[in-house]
């Protein structure tokens, strides 16, 4: 069964100053099929958690592990990131002018997947799952991102998901704020990939409980200056729901 196991990371973010340390110390641990939520408030550090995984470059990591089924995950290019299972969706935030969404999934399943789908039933694949979105046809032929609104961003990210179908997702909600329709867009998405493929374990980065609402984690985490600070089950949800972030805080900030 794969195991996704974040040992003591410290990570300190690379500025135009001093190296500034975010991550102080994450625990945390995600088994096949489990979707764990970590929560936390504004500048936590919840972001830079999912970068250090994906092996952004501006984050340096000082010090702990990162193991999938055992494998020292930081010493991989981010490519063998993804030929293990891992999938970030920020590894592809960037807007990428002159190349389809299309050939650009059919790049990206090539990375996991080792060699590259068969055409047609590479295109057979794309329209179920672009159909199953609601995601306009069209889509399949605009550039990467280019002028995508927050949801079609989040779209495209779900759509990755089920054609990927990695070992372990790491979604982050972040705090722009999605609309209603995005959010419902991304809960659909998730409950259906979960339920056609539970093997596959998600770390669902939210600053909100809003979307716990539609999708319902195994494990609630509370992330707080850099470190999880509690964990429980969903019921732990409807607490910070209730009393926001404060008591981890001492800073009162509206609950969602
Ligand atoms: P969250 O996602 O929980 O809101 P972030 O991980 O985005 O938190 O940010 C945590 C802290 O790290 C914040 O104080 C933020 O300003 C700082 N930080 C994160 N990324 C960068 C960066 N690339 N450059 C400078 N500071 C950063
Ligand atoms: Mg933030
Ligand atoms: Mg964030």
């Keep these: 069964m ?17 190296p500034k340390e975010i991550l ?8 096949a099929g489990e979707t764990h939520a970590i929560m936390g408030p504004n500048g936590s550090g919840k972001s830079t958690l999912a970068y250090s995984i994906a092996g952004h470059p501006k984050y340096e990591i000082t010090s702990g592990e990162v193991l999938l089924d055992g494998e020292n995950v930081l ?46 039933h590479w295109v057979k694949e794309v329209k179920q799952a672009m159909a199953d979105l609601d995601i306009d046809p069209t889509f399949a032929e605009r550039s990467v991102n280019e002028g995508f609104s927050g949801g079609e961003k989040k779209r495209h990210e779900i759509l990755q998901l089920a054609l990927l179908r990695p070992k372990f997702a790491i979604l982050d909600e972040t705090d722009s704020g999605l ?34 609402k539609h999708i319902t984690p195994d494990f609630v985490h509370v992330f707080a200056n850099g470190r999880v600070v509690e964990s429980g089950g969903a019921e732990l949800a409807e607490r910070l729901e209730a009393e926001g972030y404060v008591r981890y805080t001492g800073k009162q900030e509206a609950a969602s």
């Excluded at 794969?2 to 001093?18: F, N, Q, R, W, Y």
């Excluded at 102080?24 to 088994?31: A, E, I, S, Y």
């Excluded at 990131?81 to 399943?109: D, H």
């Design 179 to 212: 609309d209603v329709d995005a959010l419902r867009v991304v809960s659909e998405g998730v409950n259906r990939y979960k339920a056609e493929h539970g093997e596959t374990g998600i770390m669902l980065i939210t600053h909100y409980t809003r979307i716990l």
């Design 75 to 120: 010493e991989m290019s981010v490519d063998e990131r993804a030929r293990a299972g891992l999938f970030l969706a920020m590894q592809y935030p960037v807007e990428v002018p002159g190349v389809s969404m299309s050939n650009f999934l059919r790049t990206a399943a090539t990375a996991v997947r080792g060699e590259a789908p068969a055409l047609r």
């Design 24 to 31: 102080r110390g994450v625990d945390l641990t995600v088994k």
């Design 2 to 18: 794969a195991i996704l196991e974040i040992k003591d990371l410290h990570v300190s973010v690379l500025t135009d100053e001093e």
